[in-house]
T-cell receptor
Framework: AQSVTQLDSHVSVSEGTPVLLRCNYS??????LFWYVQHPNKGLQLLLK??????LVKGINGFEAEFKKSETSFHLTKPSAHMSDAAEYFC?????????????FGRGTQLTVWP | GAVVSQHPSWVICKSGTSVKIECRSL??????MFWYRQFPKQSLMLMAT?????????EQGVEKDKFLINHASLTLSTLTVTSAHPEDSSFYIC?????????FGSGTRLTVV
């Protein structure tokens, strides 16, 4: 069975401080993992994805995530938060591994960035 | 990049009426379209998968007669919520496979009063 758990529904940080959004997954297969961001009234935008290559994945806007199989985690980080990072973030697992198929979403983490 | 245009972005309708949500792929052909629903404070849940020219595949627990999906062309898929009730109020979002990734629509906030 596949599932995704985002450990925090809300995260608040000050501008310029590090961001950590936590995600744990379970999958019967070698997973493909994604982080998406959704700004208000916008579609989901892909930040980064892991598909069994390098375990440290770099994405857009300075975000990166590390795939840790032993911990079944795929936490999203950014060294320095910017006001424009305020949005909803979704951790997602694909059930068919590296091939494209249905997606399982976490509940989302709302990131607030204070000036 | 690839864009999926989803309309309307929000809609309020009366109980018992039907609402149609459209997703159009711009500049690419969407052979497969996924439809998701998100209730407040919950994950996006896959409702159904539609393939151009064939019947949609619905997830367990999703009523196919209530949520009508049409994928008549390679650039347009529609979801019609028939005889809507307040419990159908939710956020609906479509997604198409494009190349080696997924492209999402901007979502539709449906409120049934």
């Amino acid at each position: 069975a596949q599932s995704v758990t985002q450990l925090d529904s809300h995260v608040s940080v000050s501008e310029g401080t590090p961001v950590l959004l936590r995600c744990n997954y379970s999958s019967s297969y070698s997973p493909s993992l994604f982080w998406y961001v959704q700004h208000p009234n916008k579609g989901l935008q892909l930040l980064l994805k892991y598909t069994s290559a390098a375990t440290l994945v770099k994405g857009i806007n300075g975000f990166e995530a590390e795939f840790k199989k032993s911990e079944t985690s795929f936490h999203l980080t950014k060294p320095s938060a910017h006001m424009s990072d305020a949005a909803e973030y979704f951790c997602v697992v694909s059930v068919e591994g590296s091939t494209l198929g249905r997606l399982y979403f976490g509940r989302g983490t709302q990131l607030t960035v204070w000036p | 990049g690839a864009v999926v245009s989803q309309h309307p972005s929000w809609v309020i309708c009366k109980s018992g009426t039907s609402v149609k949500i459209e997703c159009r792929s711009l500049d690419f052909q969407a052979t497969t379209m996924f439809w998701y629903r998100q209730f407040p404070k919950q994950s996006l849940m896959l409702m159904a998968t539609s393939n151009e020219g064939s019947k949609a595949t619905y997830e367990q627990g999703v009523e196919k007669d209530k949520f009508l999906i049409n994928h008549a062309s390679l650039t347009l898929s529609t979801l019609t919520v028939t005889s809507a009730h307040p419990e159908d109020s939710s956020f609906y979002i479509c997604s198409a496979i494009q190349g080696y990734g997924y492209t999402f629509g901007s979502g539709t906030r449906l409120t049934v009063v």
